[in-house]
């Protein structure tokens, strides 16, 4: 409905167009006397006027509910990625049996309209209208690229109003219809094509319209004709109804009643910000090496390119670096390690890895190979960091004065202090913004932010803000594993991207439930982040089914998720645990790791996480937290799901739709019916169709219901692409 101008505000418009058509239906009307004797009667009811809705609370003269996405009344904004499709959908109805239709209109963050999309009733029994939008055009250019200041203009705080009106023009066709086949020769057929022509005079005159000069012509001697009384009733009917009038219904519709919902927010985030594949590694392990005497020697920045060039390789986007700050490693717990030594703190690069510049120069190479880099932000500082001296205030005290360490979950002291977050609340935030802007300008376009559930969430929220004001395209990953209602809450504070439970969720119904949720509504606030494994998670999924094992949750957190990532040492099978279960070995966070990378040949994990990341890069369908559809199993072992985008949001113009099936027995050959509802994927329902399974090349015909065979020996995973 491009054609339709955004002049003034919906009531404003229906306000206009309401007097217009008082003016242009009383001519009409007037010359109709002159013609036929019956005309005179044909006045009918009055066409639904603007009801002016000045409080929320108050309807207007179309009813508009339940307008969705929403979180907590619309207090916090949806998320979306730039050019990312996304459904809207709204409760759209009038009283008794009027017609009614639903526009949803898209403006950017100037208040522009950029798009009016025609809704379409999913649910006529629930008044259910919805419309998929689309926010700016996507792209890949990356904050480094010419031209990414172009990207940044398009970020931020677009709108999205529901619009709907009484179809004024459909009620009358359909009434006309009955009338003239009922009676043509009857006053009531007379009347009702002379109602027809008051409609078509006043949608003429009606600037909400949109019409050029050439249309409101056809519209106006239309509009005389069907007065003309010498002319069959049914002919005149049938000219009110012809291709131009019918396709201006279309594009530039009478809109009567015209109501306008709220508008609602959607923050737009730049690319990455929805999919992304993070690849974590730590410098001092990257090119560490061991001598004869088994001793070893760290790795450095400069070491560590190897880690870039092996996420190029393997297609990650986003190399991910533990904190590179100068650590206290006195603790006896490795994994609770703390900043800060004689050497610096946050602001500083940990000697034993090398300098700023290094850093820099790391940076640089990540963007000459394409990928960016994230490096991760704890705010735990040991008693030699510098803020103990400079700001003492920001950390609590016991009674005798000295300085309180935190406590862990059962009440045991850890190796750093407590931050007094109620003392000097501005400080510490100005303070955070100071460092991440450091990092920032020396190359880091993401960070990951250690445990933020330990802090207020206020206290992000109002770190995250100042940053990105300044900084738009600067990504946030929360390692949350927390409460829900604390995770939720981190993600409304702005974080971008949350680590989530997906090492936990390992059975089927786990799997489906939890799809669901991370793809479903919840996908516009929440962007759960799916990594198989990370230093300090290693599941006893991974640490007993071997090598299938692995496969199986790459294909799943690949697929999944549009945003996944790996810690480096999957495509080795590290899979020993600490005698709890719940993390590797040793860990790396304070352990220096030299790694044959050699043997990664053997296992095959490192050549199926490059499938994937290509697989994921060729199809749009995996790039959204929208486009995910459970699909039914008969067995317990296999979980399957599909992804589609549609035609009208992929280059080929072609559908893009994904068929995953996964084993999740990696002991055992299973068997299952996987049943694919056709209609709702818009497939063919009367013949079969090809697919394409893209880790295999191997083709096959499906239909509705599917039989399917996986070996972890031989195929752990179909994903299938539809071919059109």
Request: one cysteine or more; proline letters at 6%.
């Amino acid at each position: 409905m491009a054609a339709m101008r955004e002049t003034t505000s919906a009531e404003e418009r229906t306000q206009d167009q309401s007097t217009t058509a008082t003016r242009a239906a009383r001519k009409p009307r007037a010359a109709a006397k002159t013609r036929t004797k019956t005309s005179a009667k044909a006045s009918g009811a009055m066409p639904p006027t603007v009801i002016a809705a000045k409080e929320p609370n108050l309807f207007g003269r179309v009813n508009i509910l339940d307008v969705r996405p929403d979180a907590q009344d619309a207090v916090f904004p949806a998320r979306v990625e730039l050019g990312e499709p996304f459904t809207v959908s709204a409760q759209v109805f009038l009283e008794g049996r009027a017609t009614v239709r639903a526009t949803a209109v898209l403006k950017n963050p100037r208040g522009r309209v950029m798009a009016r999309v025609p809704m379409t009733q999913t649910n006529t029994g629930l008044d259910i209208w919805t419309a998929t939008l689309q926010a700016g055009s996507p792209t890949d250019l990356a904050p480094w690229d010419d031209g990414f200041a172009d990207v940044l203009g398009q970020l931020g705080n677009w709108k999205v109003a529901i619009e709907g009106w009484a179809d004024t023009y459909t009620d009358w066709v359909l009434d006309a219809t009955a009338r003239v086949n009922a009676d043509a020769g009857s006053a009531d057929a007379e009347g009702a094509i002379v109602r027809g022509s008051e409609i078509l005079t006043r949608w003429a005159a009606t600037r909400d319209a949109g019409l050029d000069a050439t249309q409101r012509k056809v519209l106006r001697e239309t509009a005389k004709q069907m007065l003309d009384a010498t002319i069959p009733a049914a002919e005149r009917l049938a000219i009110a109804q012809i291709d131009e009038i019918e396709a201006l219904h279309t594009t530039n519709p009478l809109r009567d009643g015209l109501t306008a919902s709220r508008d609602r927010v959607f923050h737009v985030e730049r690319p990455k910000s929805s999919f992304s594949a993070w690849y974590q590694f730590f410098p001092r392990s990257e090119g560490a090496t061991v001598n004869e005497r088994g001793e070893t020697t760290p790795g450095t920045l400069r070491t560590a390119v190897s880690g870039l060039e092996r996420a190029k390789s393997e297609g990650f986007t986003i190399a991910y670096l533990p904190a590179v700050f100068p650590m206290d490693h006195s603790a006896p717990d490795a994994r609770l390690f703390a900043v800060g030594t004689a050497a610096g703190g946050h602001d500083t690069v940990d000697p034993e890895l090398g300098s700023m510049d290094d850093f820099k120069a790391f940076c640089a190479r990540a963007h000459e190979l394409g990928i960016e880099v994230a490096l991760g932000l704890p705010l735990r500082c040991a008693p030699t960091h510098p803020w103990v001296a400079a700001h003492p205030e920001w950390f609590r005290r016991n009674a005798d004065g000295s300085f309180m360490h935190a406590l862990d979950a059962q009440g045991n002291p850890e190796p750093f202090y407590e931050l007094d977050f109620d003392n000097d609340l501005t400080g510490l935030e100005r303070e955070v913004e100071r460092i991440i802007d450091v990092w920032i300008e020396a190359g880091a376009t993401a960070f990951q932010i250690d445990e933020p559930q330990t802090e207020p969430v206020r206290f992000w929220q109002d770190v995250l803000a100042a940053v990105t004001k300044k900084h738009p395209e600067v990504l946030f990953l929360a390692e949350a594993f927390s409460r829900p209602a604390l995770v939720r809450a981190l993600a409304y504070a702005g974080f971008t991207q949350n680590h989530s439970y997906f090492p936990w969720r390992n059975t089927k119904e786990e799997l489906e439930a939890f799809l669901t949720e991370t793809n479903g509504e919840g996908g516009f606030y929440q962007h759960n982040t799916f990594w198989p494994a990370t230093p300090d998670v290693l599941s006893d999924y991974l640490r007993d089914n071997g090598v299938a094992g692995h496969a199986v949750r790459a294909v799943l957190a690949a697929m999944g998720s549009p945003s996944w990532g790996i810690y480096n040492g999957y495509e080795l099978m590290e899979n020993n645990v600490i005698a709890d279960g719940a993390a590797a070995l040793g860990n790396e966070r304070t352990e220096v790791r030299a790694r044959d990378w050699s043997g990664a040949v053997e296992y095959g994990i490192a050549e199926l996480l490059t499938s994937l990341n290509r697989i994921r890069a060729a199809h749009p369908a995996t790039r959204s937290y929208h486009t995910l559809t459970v699909l039914p199993s008969a067995n317990p072992a296999i979980v399957a799901f599909a992804r589609q985008t549609p035609a009208q949001y992929t280059a080929d113009g072609k559908p893009d739709t994904l068929l995953i099936v996964v084993n999740l027995d990696c002991y055992h050959e299973q068997q299952s019916s996987i049943h694919v509802d056709l209609n709702a994927l818009g497939l063919p329902a009367d013949r079969t169709y090809r697919v394409r399974d893209l880790l295999t090349d191997r083709t096959f015909d499906w239909s509705w219901d599917n039989f399917v065979s996986l070996a972890p020996w031989a195929d752990v995973a179909h994903i299938l692409s539809v071919e059109y």
